[in-house]
C-alpha cells in the first residue's frame, strides 16, 4: 500500500499544475 501523504501530495501537485494550465482561462471555484 502506497504511503496516503506521498499520493496526497501527488495528487495537490497535479491539481496545481492543472489550474497553472488552465489560469489563462479563467476558472476558479
Keep these: 500500500?502506497?504511503?496516503f501523504t506521498e499520493i496526497y501530495l501527488?495528487?495537490?501537485y497535479w491539481?496545481?499544475?492543472y489550474l497553472k494550465g488552465?489560469?489563462?482561462k479563467g476558472i476558479l471555484f
Excluded: P
Design 1 to 3: 500500500m502506497h504511503n
Design 10 to 12: 501527488q495528487v495537490v
Design 15 to 17: 491539481i496545481l499544475k
Design 22 to 24: 488552465t489560469s489563462g
